[in-house]
């Protein structure tokens, strides 16, 4: 048994702690030296790590959570279910590199691969047969073109099935992230899906089994989905919802976001062309658009730069911003004294040009 099947009993009572979240998890493991010093602490000494006060040094050395590791442990391999710590190599890539990546995941069906591309599907559950027919579109776009990706949601209604549904039909592996324990699926309609989903990817959480379906999961839950892809894309969603939540998680994280247009009377446009006009997302209408802004082009078009363009002085700026680095459209803005919408514009502008290009994580740089 190597080390990480050794640590994961302790990593489980140190995860089963009330209180104890990702980012003071890995802060205490850091301070102890290891998963297995932590419960060796004292009190004075758990004191000393930032974020641990009086009350959760108390409950992490006067309770015994290891019961609780163990039922889990048990449930685990009743159920064939996969327990991965934050430190073990079969930790999602993408994942980690996020500050509140949850120390612990819960996993059922095939490896996460980190080969594929991972895109997150999200909008609303009241979805439009527009909407439902938009991820089929995708989904099967992407599995013709050989892009070589994965769709991951959150299995609830709507959009969400939807884009779950179109990748099992077109053999596409797909990710369902879940607000909940393994033990239940919700909604419990979709558990056929969810069984269906296992043998080509698989259903995800940081929750153990006999936590239920919260509405706080479910914010919490997001942050999985967009910490897991490359990008995320809304579909439909109203002006408020939790696709975007995602869509803002994503944006947070620097992963591109994407929304499909709709129209100003259709409700469940909303939310997407608000994300669109504000800029926190990039306007696509099929999956060519994602393939080109992500750079995932297997035959990308050429374009031709023109020689001896012309600039005006704005667009001079931003070209000589570029000189040295790549750079975000925030920093863009910040050296040039522009605004985010003229910068926009003059991107987009001078991106038709062939002067500069879209790298992935929203940096731009010269041609």
Not at 99 to 111: C, N, R, S, V, Y
Not at 209 to 215: I, L, R
Not at 318 to 328: F, K
């Amino acid at each position: 048994m190597g080390a990480e099947a050794e640590d994961i009993r302790d990593y489980l009572a140190l995860w089963a702690i009330p209180g104890i979240g990702s980012t003071i998890a890995r802060r205490l493991i850091s301070y102890g030296g290891g998963i297995k010093e932590i419960f060796k602490l004292k009190n004075a000494d758990l004191q000393r790590v930032p974020g641990i006060g009086q009350t959760l040094s108390e409950v992490i050395t006067k309770t015994d959570y290891y019961q609780k590791a163990d039922e889990t442990l048990e449930f685990a391999r009743k159920f064939d279910i996969n327990i991965i710590s934050w430190f073990d190599n079969r930790y999602p890539e993408r994942l980690k590199q996020c500050e509140d990546a949850p120390l612990i995941l819960f996993t059922k069906g095939q490896p996460i691969d980190n080969q594929l591309k991972y895109l997150a599907v999200v909008g609303t559950r009241n979805a439009s047969q527009r909407g439902q027919a938009f991820c089929r579109q995708l989904v099967e776009e992407a599995k013709n073109k050989g892009a070589g990706i994965c769709i991951v949601s959150g299995l609830a209604y709507g959009i969400d099935v939807a884009a779950h549904k179109a990748a099992l039909e077109f053999d596409v592996p797909t990710i369902g992230v879940l607000g909940h324990g393994l033990d239940t699926i919700y909604p419990s309609a979709h558990r056929d899906i969810a069984a269906q989903m296992t043998k080509k990817g698989c259903l995800v959480t940081e929750f153990f089994q006999k936590v239920f379906a919260d509405k706080n999961n479910f914010v919490r839950r997001n942050r999985i989905i967009a910490g897991l892809c490359d990008a995320t894309l809304v579909v439909e969603s109203d002006i408020k919802g939790g696709s975007l939540i995602t869509a803002e998680i994503a944006n947070s994280y620097s992963r591109d976001v994407f929304a499909l247009p709709g129209r100003n009377t259709d409700r469940y446009s909303l939310g997407c062309n608000m994300l669109i006009k504000s800029h926190q997302a990039q306007l696509i209408e099929s999956f060519a658009d994602i393939e080109y802004f992500l750079g995932w082009n297997t035959q990308p078009k050429a374009v031709q730069k023109q020689l001896f363009v012309e600039l005006d002085p704005e667009s001079q700026k931003i070209y000589d911003a570029l000189q040295e680095n790549d750079l975000t459209i925030d920093e863009i803005c910040r050296q040039t004294e522009l605004s985010m919408p003229k910068v926009s514009v003059l991107l987009l502008s001078m991106e038709m040009k062939g002067l500069v290009k879209t790298l992935p994580g929203k940096v731009y740089a010269r041609c």
